[in-house]
C-alpha cells in the first residue's frame, strides 16, 4: 500500500528560526507532490513539484524533491508566530486516480 | 480564500443517521474530490467527481456515497452513521483531472456522531 511518512510529527521552536520538514514516500508513479499548510481546517496550497531537484521558493517557504531518493523537503527560513500550522505533503497522480495520498503531518509551533 | 465551499460547518448526528454535505467548486473547475480526515490524521481519499462521474475511489464503504451536479457542485452523503464517521470532511475542486493542476481545499464539515 502506499505510504506517506512526514518527519518530525511536531516541532517546537523560536521566532527567528529555520527548520526543515521532510516527506518520504513509498508512492511509484505519480506525475507531482502537493505541500499544503493546515491552520484550522481548510489546508492552503504552498507549493507543487513535478521535477526532481528543482528548488521552488515563496517568501521564506522552499521546497524540493528528490525522486531518486524518494523525499521532499519544506524549508521554512526565519519563522514567525504565523507559521504555527500543521505542514501536509501528498504525493498526486491525477487523471483515473484523482487523490491525493497525504501523510500524518508535521505540526510546527513557533513561540514568540 | 480558495473560492470552495461547504456546507453546514458543523453538524452532529446520531449513529445510524443519514447526513448529506455540500461543496461549491472554485469558478472555472470541473472536477471535485472529497476526504476524510480524523482528528490527528491526513485526510484521507473518499472519491472524486469529474464532468458528473465518480473518476476515482478510496477505501470506503459503498454507504459513502457522492453526486456531481451540471453546475459541478457535488454531494457527499453518508448512509447508517458510525461513531467512526466523525471526522472533518473536507473537499477540493480543480481545474481538471490531471495531477499538475492543483487541488484547492473549502473549509470543511465538522460531523460528530455521538
Known amino acids: 500500500e502506499d505510504k506517506v511518512v512526514q518527519s518530525p510529527l511536531s516541532l517546537v521552536v523560536h521566532e527567528g528560526d529555520t527548520v526543515t520538514l521532510n516527506c518520504s514516500y513509498e508512492v511509484t508513479n505519480f506525475r507531482s507532490l502537493l505541500w499544503y499548510k493546515q491552520e484550522k481546517k481548510a489546508p492552503t496550497f504552498l507549493f507543487m513539484l513535478t521535477s526532481s531537484g528543482i528548488e521552488k521558493k515563496s517568501g521564506r517557504l522552499s521546497s524540493i524533491l528528490d525522486k531518486k531518493e524518494l523525499f521532499s523537503i519544506l524549508n521554512i527560513t526565519a519563522t514567525q508566530t504565523g507559521d504555527s500550522a500543521i505542514y501536509l505533503c501528498?504525493?498526486?497522480?491525477?487523471?483515473?486516480?484523482?487523490?491525493?495520498?497525504f501523510g500524518k503531518g508535521t505540526k510546527l509551533s513557533v513561540k514568540p | 480564500e480558495t473560492g470552495v465551499t461547504q456546507s453546514p460547518t458543523h453538524l452532529i448526528k446520531t449513529r445510524g443517521q443519514q447526513v448529506t454535505l455540500r461543496c461549491s467548486s472554485q469558478s472555472g473547475h470541473n472536477t471535485v474530490s472529497w476526504y476524510q480526515q480524523a482528528l490527528g490524521q491526513g485526510p484521507q481519499f473518499i472519491f472524486q467527481?469529474?464532468?458528473?462521474?465518480?473518476?476515482g475511489r478510496g477505501n470506503f464503504p459503498p454507504r459513502f456515497s457522492g453526486l456531481q451536479f451540471p453546475n459541478y457542485s457535488s454531494e457527499l452523503n453518508v448512509n447508517a452513521l458510525e461513531l467512526d464517521d466523525s471526522a472533518l470532511y473536507l473537499c477540493?475542486?480543480?481545474?481538471?483531472?490531471?495531477?499538475?493542476?492543483?487541488?484547492?481545499f473549502g473549509p470543511g464539515t465538522r460531523l460528530t456522531v455521538l
Open positions: 501528498a504525493p498526486y497522480y491525477g487523471g483515473s486516480q484523482g487523490n491525493l495520498i
Open positions: 467527481y469529474y464532468r458528473e462521474e465518480e473518476n
Open positions: 477540493a475542486s480543480s481545474h481538471r483531472v490531471s495531477a499538475t493542476d492543483t487541488q484547492y
